[in-house]
């Protein structure tokens, strides 16, 4: 039996013992919770810290990418391609952390989205692969690609999967480039739109959300976000749900198969979870903060479902992977929430 199975039962044997929220030493767990200050400070030092970073990452690998595909197409080569599909795999990763947090200026639309634009596959799973490339071969046949073309495009023919799939799939392809020029205008759209969006998500965060005036940043830190919804709830809710697509979508098996990189792209939404857990927000991290209110085996349980989702991505064994992320999941569905004070405000009904 495999190292993960093992981790799978040990992890199921913790997270019964910790849903009650009972603490190892056998102390009553305290029913405080953080405090207003409390709150307010790991709010401001997780957007500060890990949030803006990650939104500035994306647009910085965007741009960047952009910008050497502009370049690249004033004279295709084989080497270039190499270097442009590394800048792509940069641009995805940055991208699979900072989803974490898929609110605010990622979904003020509610039609169409931010997010979309950027990860069509966020948006249902749907893998969109096969219809991108049919699209794309149509397109070659238009008599003109520009900016203005591919700023009308639908969320599905443009993002991330759009330039994968431009910049890793079929034959011999820096050649392609260099036989058939319209592949750079197809090729300088699509990156031009990831820099476009991806620049909206970050000043979003940083200047102006949603035309109001003001960051949003600055109003999540302020705890007075337009859904009225409690800033750190916020937090641990956008959490939830990523990892809750990730394990109900199967995210691992469909997102970055052309560019081979999906196992890649699972490690950076589990280290971004990890980090949020983990790292000593305003001195003391989540977790450290359930042990102080005595839900010690509570933070045993995460803990442990960090370490197997971790064993998972080491085997590359994607139903250990999936039921590790799902055990999380549900930590921050109940176990961190309860352990912190923090009432979310949904219910979940999905059984788990």
Not at 45 to 66: C, D, F, G
Not at 238 to 261: C, H, M, P, S, W
Request: charged fraction near 15%.
């Amino acid at each position: 039996m495999r190292t993960t199975s093992t981790l799978v039962a040990l992890t199921l044997t913790l997270a019964a013992c910790g849903g009650g929220g009972g603490s190892s030493s056998g102390s009553s767990p305290s029913s405080t919770g953080l405090s207003s200050e409390q709150r307010t400070a790991l709010v401001s030092a997780i957007t500060e810290q890990q949030i803006v970073p990650a939104m500035t990452a994306v647009h910085s690998h965007a741009s960047t990418l952009n910008e050497q595909v502009q370049q690249w197409c004033q004279a295709p080569q084989a080497d270039g391609l190499t270097a442009l599909q590394q800048q792509w795999r940069d641009t995805a990763n940055a991208w699979y952390q900072a989803q974490l947090f898929n609110f605010g200026p990622a979904d003020a639309d509610p039609v169409l989205p931010l997010y979309t634009y950027i990860d069509s596959l966020r948006l249902r799973g749907t893998d969109y692969r096969a219809t991108v490339r049919t699209t794309q071969a149509s397109w070659l046949q238009q008599d003109e690609l520009n900016n203005a073309f591919f700023a009308e495009q639908r969320f599905q023919y443009v993002g991330l999967l759009a330039l994968e799939e431009a910049l890793f799939y079929g034959p011999e392809l820096a050649q392609q480039y260099v036989d058939e020029p319209k592949r750079c205008d197809l090729l300088t759209g699509l990156s031009q739109q990831l820099a476009i969006r991806t620049e909206a998500l970050q000043q979003g965060w940083s200047l102006n959300y949603n035309n109001s005036g003001t960051a949003y940043q600055q109003l999540l830190i302020n705890n007075q976000l337009p859904t009225g919804r409690d800033a750190m709830a916020q937090l641990l809710i956008a959490a939830q749900e990523y990892l809750d697509y990730f394990k109900k979508r199967n995210i691992v098996t469909l997102a970055g198969t052309t560019a081979e990189v999906s196992w890649q792209l699972a490690e950076q939404a589990l280290t971004a979870a990890k980090q949020l857990l983990t790292q000593p927000y305003a001195g003391t991290s989540l977790l450290q903060h359930m042990q102080q209110q005595g839900y010690e085996l509570n933070v045993n349980a995460v803990n442990s479902n960090i370490a197997m989702a971790e064993q998972a991505l080491s085997e590359r064994d994607s139903d250990s992977f999936n039921a590790a992320i799902g055990m999380l999941d549900g930590n921050f569905k109940r176990e961190i929430p309860v352990a912190l004070g923090i009432e979310l405000g949904i219910n979940f009904s999905d059984g788990d």
